[in-house]
């Protein structure tokens, strides 16, 4: 199985050179752009933020979309059918292979709950430098996406 990490934060899907960016060099982004589709390649999203309980890890391939969220009910969407997102199919049985499959996936490229530890032990770390929890508080704005059935 191959994969592909790519970070970048706030990255404009126009700053690269495949889309004609004139400044911006991406010679590899630009070899994998124009690469033919794969469907069955699959593509992970992590996300930790220092406002958020815990991390996502999204895993996209073919018309699949498993977000997993460390100690929470992990979603699963068809995106053919529901390109929106609207209908959560994590407690259907009847997508219990595809739910496997997906974690499957997700454990072949990275451990989700030992990536997790270790980001919010290098945000905790942060924090100490910054002053602690209430400096922080006091200095940043927290501008985050609760996962579900939460509200912080």
Known sequence: MNFL?????????DAMGCVGHKLVKTPNLDKLANQQDNPDRTVLSEYHDAGSTTGAFMIRWDK???????????????????????????????????LAEAEKRLRTICDPEQ??????????????????????????????????NTTT
């Open 64 to 98: 699949w979309k498993f977000v997993y969220y460390v100690d929470q009910v992990s979603q699963l969407f068809d995106l053919d059918n529901d390109p929106h997102e609207l209908n959560d199919l994590s407690s259907d049985q009847s997508y219990k292979d595809i």
């Open 5 to 13: 990490v790519i970070m970048s934060d706030e990255h404009r899907k």
């Open 115 to 148: 990536a997790n530890r270790d980001c919010f032990s290098d945000q905790q770390k942060r924090i100490e430098e910054l002053g602690g929890l209430e400096a922080c508080k006091n200095s940043f704005v927290f501008n985050h996406t609760p996962i579900p």
